[in-house]
């Protein structure tokens, strides 16, 4: 139902920026969760930053003061802003949706992912 689009991938050096974009498409109603995951090399999938229709944001640590998530509700995109990166911010970042069914969460929808790769 919800198909999910992320861009803005791509290599930077150390202490540059990327901003990645995530656009939603398939409901006309408004995904209550919208986040970035991430998954490194050989490591497990974490959550990089998410945030909910009514604003409120929460952020792993090694990212908060760098990274800023936002999102625009009437079109149901989420953006990442990502600052001062480092080689340790490498990773497919894949996009993430939630949508609350009414009395219980619907399974995640995901992008496919788009690869940052940063050059130290």
């Known amino acids: 139902q919800v198909q999910l689009v992320e861009s803005g991938g791509g290599l930077v050096q150390a202490g540059g920026s990327l901003r990645l974009s995530c656009a939603a498409s398939?409901?006309?109603?408004?995904?209550?969760?919208m986040g970035w995951y991430r998954q490194a090399p050989g490591e497990q999938r974490e959550l990089v930053a998410s945030i909910l229709s009514g604003g409120m944001t929460n952020y792993v640590d090694s990212v908060k003061g760098r990274f800023t998530i936002s999102r625009e509700n009437t079109n149901n995109t989420v953006y990442l802003q990502m600052n001062s990166l480092t080689a340790e911010d490498t990773a497919v970042y894949y996009c993430n949706a939630r949508r609350w069914a009414g009395s219980y969460w619907e399974p995640d929808y995901w992008g496919k992912g788009t690869l940052v790769t940063v050059s130290s």
């Open positions: 398939g409901t006309r109603f408004i995904i209550d969760v």
